[in-house]
């Protein structure tokens, strides 16, 4: 009976031994979990948000010209194509009615009378060169720029008013709305340089 109390006593104590080794560890908080998984989840939406947004494709793509009439000639004249509308700078009607009125001071912006598609058809002689796209968001920006163009105002015509001196004015104004890159801008600068010389050679060859 001596030996029996200290023999149960040791299996009490391997008993409860056996049982703390066999309980399973205490559960992580669920809170914890979510925390984790909600950093992971918005960290990934992040990179695709700005992933997406850093590729997305315009919605809404314009033809951006430049249309020469007389090209080479004392009465050159240049206009911007937007899509299938024609702007330039030319002079007040009432002056155009009645040259005999006195010279105005500068030229005012008007959309021409053909569309450019009308306008490829009929004026054969017409240059036409292409300068890229502007990028909108959306069909009813054309119609902003396209007023927003024509509101301009023009500076005197010899104090860098003329009609190349306009298409610029519209196309910086563009560029500061992000409508187009700067491709577009020196891509026309270009051509208001190499315009600006070949006019400047004939009227010299006209003195």
Partial sequence: MQTSAPLSTLLLIFVWILSILASPL?????STQVSRSYRRADSQAHRRIETDDAHAK???????EIAISLKGTIKEHSFLVIGNTILHAEWPDDYLDDPELPT????????????????????????????GEASLDN????????KSALAIKMPARKSNGGCRDFIKMVLGM???RGYVDESVVKGYGEIYEERARALQEIMSESD
């Avoid at 315009?58 to 951006?64: E, N």
């Avoid at 021409?112 to 054969?124: C, D, I, N, S």
């Fill in 26 to 30: 205490p559960p992580i908080d669920d």
């Fill in 139 to 146: 069909e009813n920006d054309e119609e902003i720029i396209i």
């Fill in 174 to 176: 563009l560029h500061e």
């Fill in 104 to 131: 105005p001071v500068a030229l005012v912006p008007k959309v021409y009378k053909l569309t450019a598609e009308k306008a490829r058809v009929k004026k054969k002689k017409w240059d036409w060169i292409s300068i």
């Fill in 58 to 64: 315009p919605k809404y793509q314009i033809k951006l």
